[in-house]
């Protein structure tokens, strides 16, 4: 039996929930999915142009482990951008370092602590607006 994964240790979630291509209607795409833990060592390694024994130490996973999320997460794209689909960025053995919450009218990320505060963009929003991201 194989052992159980490991949670990966995020900063914050994505601020967007997918990408979709240009001029199509979402009804008329398909979709790939790409796990909040591979949009994670994207954003490490090429955005913040980490290396990889410090994008796995700021992950919580050995350096062999972030490469193989990181080769799945460009498999992911690479599949989005030559077929045309949409890419959501959605779940994964996930471990957020603080309770985040998205505003669902306008789907900003607010910072969650003990109590909450309704998104800032929103003048009409309440607390049973805000989704919990974490677990």
Known sequence: MPRPKQERRIDSPPLMLGFKPFGIKRNALESVKLQIDEY????????????????SERMN?????????????RKTIAKALMEGKMILIEGGNVQFDRLWFRCKRCYKLVDGSENHLPCKDCETCNDEELQLINK
Do not use: H, K
């Open 40 to 55: 994670e060592a994207i954003r490490l390694l090429d955005y913040e142009g980490l290396n990889q024994e410090q994008a």
């Open 61 to 73: 996973v050995s350096r062999p482990t972030l490469t193989r999320i990181y080769e799945n997460a």
